[in-house]
Nanobody, 118 residues
């Protein structure tokens, strides 16, 4: 499984960014795809996930109502649309994958950095 995240950058508070995660090497119909982030000096935390087969999504409370996760089956790509960004959203964002029968996120992409200025 290969995961390639992109789309990070610098944005002002209140702005938007869309992250992409291109997935390859597997058929992902039995996978959850997730987004995590790690801010400087903090532990990595869950942001959101989507069940590939159904499109069902899950969000951390801190991003509910502002972030939206979706997937494009034809492009084998997962997106994280981030709106109303806050300085506390500044972090390196990672995409990950796990089988829906597993509790372990076994596959990780490289991070993409998001910086939100106040």
């Amino acid at each position: 499984v290969q995961l390639q995240a992109s789309g990070g950058g610098l944005v002002q508070a209140g702005g938007s960014l869309r992250l992409s995660c291109a997935a390859s090497g597997r058929t992902f119909s039995r996978y959850y795809m997730g987004w995590f982030r790690q801010a400087p000096g903090k532990e990595r935390e869950f942001v959101s996930s989507v069940r590939w087969s159904t499109g069902s999504t899950y969000y951390a409370d801190s991003v509910k109502g502002r972030f939206t996760t979706s997937r494009d089956n034809a492009k084998n790509t997962v997106y994280l649309q981030m709106n109303s960004l806050k300085p506390e959203d500044t972090a390196v964002y990672y995409c990950a994958a796990r089988l829906f029968s597993s509790s372990n996120w076994n596959y990780w992409g490289q991070g993409t950095e998001v910086t939100v200025s106040s």
